[in-house]
């Protein structure tokens, strides 16, 4: 009974993930008015779901041996996932794009935290740091990036140049949908990590791409900076390289902040008053209070549930 009901919750975390994360890879497709939003979501959404399959399971390092010295029981994924969906699902209905990475590390050190389990601090504090580190590096990369791809654009004429950014959208769309379902998503199913939680969770964020992730991408895609192809295609590519080197090291870290970090980086191309200072404060305002909220609604959950 309880496998079933991490199933069911699972599928509805990864959905609400992708619909919110889908920000990352649709928007700057939708952004630069390269297609709709639908053949945007449905593209990107097969490939979360393919990444989810073929690199999902490297998170269950980030847990068992990682930030707590075994793996979650049944019960402590269930509660990590039931606090998840409450934030995720309260900053989607907001269209506030909302690191999931932040929120499920904030719920698994306030389940072990309540259950009295041994919390490796140093690993958290490394977790913690690459949060930051993946914005800055987005951040850097995506403007040395854009420098180049502009200089290589001189070679081209105007058709082989439309062109040439019409497939590297699609590129760097595909890349960054591919590394939210094998960073995040696959957080989602490393809590209780087999085949099935790997199927169930990635299907389920194809469809949560697809059809609830309209409100965030309209905040990535319009409200941050106005994003041409070559800024679009900058930022989605360096906010996808600086995910998948993290992926590989077993990190959980922010997508979320990796692709807004390189809209950022491109947004500064032509100054800081490029930028939307409002809505970049309010992301960052977010970032900061997901995993203080996740740690707190978890641990209240399983005092509640020990009455």
């Known amino acids: 009974m309880l496998e079933l009901a991490y199933l069911f919750l699972a599928a509805i975390v990864s959905f609400i993930i992708a619909a919110n994360n889908s920000a990352d890879s649709v928007g700057t497709l939708y952004g630069s008015r390269v297609t709709s939003y639908y053949k945007a979501a449905i593209f990107s959404g097969v490939f979360v779901m393919i990444g989810t399959f073929l690199e999902g399971w490297k998170m269950a390092g980030a847990i068992g041996g990682g930030l707590v010295s075994n793996p979650l029981t049944l019960e402590m994924s269930l509660i990590v996932l039931l606090s998840t969906a409450i934030l995720l699902f309260l900053f989607t209905h907001l269209s506030m794009p ?43 990369m995506a403007y040395l990036i854009y420098k180049i791809i502009t200089y290589v654009a001189k070679k081209f004429n105007m058709f082989s140049l439309s062109k040439f950014y019409t497939i590297s959208l699609f590129i760097g769309s595909a890349f960054i949908a591919y590394t939210l379902g094998a960073n995040t998503i696959g957080l989602v199913a490393s809590l209780d990590l087999s085949y099935l939680s790997i199927a169930i969770a990635g299907i389920s ?8 992730g309209r409100k965030t991408v309209i905040t990535v895609g319009k409200k941050i900076t106005m994003l041409d192809p070559p800024r679009a295609f900058s930022a989605q590519l360096a906010g996808a390289l600086v995910v998948e080197l993290f992926t ?6 922010s997508i979320t902040q990796a692709v807004i970090g390189g809209v950022i980086g491109t947004g500064l191309i032509k100054g800081y008053q490029e930028l939307n200072k409002k809505t970049v404060k309010n992301l960052a305002a977010s970032w900061f209070i997901a995993p203080i909220f996740a740690f707190v609604i978890t641990y209240i959950i399983v005092i509640f549930l020990r009455l």
């Open 98 to 140: 909302l690191s999931a990475s932040q929120v499920l590390v904030g719920s698994i050190i306030g389940v072990a935290a309540a259950f009295a389990w041994i919390i490796n601090i140093e690993f958290a504090l490394l977790v913690v740091s690459s949060w930051g580190i993946t914005l800055f590096a987005a951040i850097g």
């Open 205 to 212: 964020a194809m469809i949560g791409t697809i059809i609830y």
């Open 248 to 253: 590989q090291i077993h990190f959980p870290v």
